[in-house]
């Protein structure tokens, strides 16, 4: 059968230029959206009496047929059909006949395929949304039991302060957090549906946009035609989303996997969700968060390459839009994977508390603790109890020991005004809930950061 637009060609197109232009192998995947827009397009029509109602049943039946089709593996994907769009209405007009044929009215492939792209990627948001609110609900989980766990909080990987472990989560809580924000807010912003711009221009029938929009579960039809069949912002949007959420689960795997090396020896990755060698029968190897950490890639690319296609083009639709579908594909599948195991991991994880509190012990980890202390019990200056504090730091170093691990007679040697109050200064757990600003470590805020996130969570 020839193409359904082959009316002006003389002769048939050349196998290599099906295979070439094709997008048929990709957009398969978008035939659920294909239908539901082709259907309520269908009833719009007939609404408008620009088909009949017995041609909008015909064609309606008919779509839930090859909906069948497909799900049932029996639908016969051919290359020569180019894309999903032309493949079901070709389908169509074999089941059903005349009726089939007038689908297509006041439609065009350009405004067809920005709205099932549409449809994908709204749909997409709020499932990577869903995936990512039970990341967040995992970590407070954890958070909650570890709010008086010491770990050393590092700058520069160089111990630097004593916080809680549930405050290092958090950290990650509150990241995924901005990264529901950005995926519901690109979800709000690019509610709008495409359907009914036609080709570029819109369209002389008498089509009711707002129905179609509504039928579709879209806040409203779009603005400017012209604009809506070349716009690929939306998935722009998602893939950035996307990379932007990976980049944030690359840096937690990185520490997942810092934390389970010996060196570390914090946590413990539980069995299921790690690998052995090939060789080395000893090895229990991080697999899934390096793999986590490296999906960053691909997300990134797919980003970079879409931005790459839509620069420059001119208005309206150019076929090189056509290849904005796989990167989004792969990053929305890689998201969603990705998101589903980071939470298994996560939720099976086991701490070794004791192991964290011996390394909180090591880096003199109270020092601004002791600076503080002469700030506010002996009136001295900061930049001078800084310098105070660091001939303390030496004095440990010189003795082997902790600067938390000084007694008042070693610390009164480095300033003889030192009193026996600066001892409880020194001590990491105290140190810890000192720092009791707002959106710091102590346990009574980390506490509120928790109450704030599930209150987020709620809300959504
Ligand atoms: N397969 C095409 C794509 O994915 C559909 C739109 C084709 N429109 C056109 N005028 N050739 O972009």
Known sequence: MSKLWAGRFQKGSSKLLDRFNASIPFDKELFLEDIQGSKVHAKMLANQGIITSKEKDEILKGLDQILEEIKKGKFEWKIEDEDIHMAIEKRL???????????????????????????????????????????????????????????????????????????????????????????????????????????????????????????????????????????????????????????????????????????FGFITISDEYATGSSIMPQKKNPDVPELLRAKTGRSYGNLIALLTVMKGLPLAYNKDMQEDKEGVFDSVETAKISLEILEKVLGSLSFNRKRMEEATKIGHLSATDLADYLVQHLNIPFREAHFITGKAVAKAESLGKDLSQLTLQELQEVEPKITAEALSYLDLKNSMNARSSQGGTAKKEVEDQIKKLEEFLNSL
């Open 93 to 263: 007009t074999q089941l059903i006949g005349e009726a089939g044929k007038k689908l297509h009215t006041a439609r065009s492939r350009n405004d067809q395929v920005a709205l099932d792209f549409r449809l994908f990627v709204q749909k997409s948001n709020l499932e990577i949304v869903d995936l990512l609110k039970k990341v967040i609900s995992t970590l407070l989980t954890l958070a909650k039991n570890e709010t008086l766990t010491l770990i050393p909080g590092m700058t520069h990987l160089q111990h630097a302060q004593p916080i809680s472990l549930a405050y290092h989560l958090l950290a990650y809580a509150s990241m995924f957090k901005r990264d529901i924000e950005r995926f519901l807010s690109s979800y709000e912003r690019n509610n709008y549906s495409p359907l009914g711009c036609a080709a570029l221009a819109g369209t002389p029938y008498p089509i009711d946009r707002e129905f179609t929009a509504k039928e579709l579960g879209f806040k409203a039809p779009t603005l400017n035609c012209l604009d809506t069949v070349s716009d690929r912002d939306f998935a722009l949007e998602i893939l950035f989303n996307i990379a932007t959420m990976m980049m944030h689960i690359s840096r937690l795997a990185e520490e997942l996997i810092l934390w389970s090396s010996y060196e």
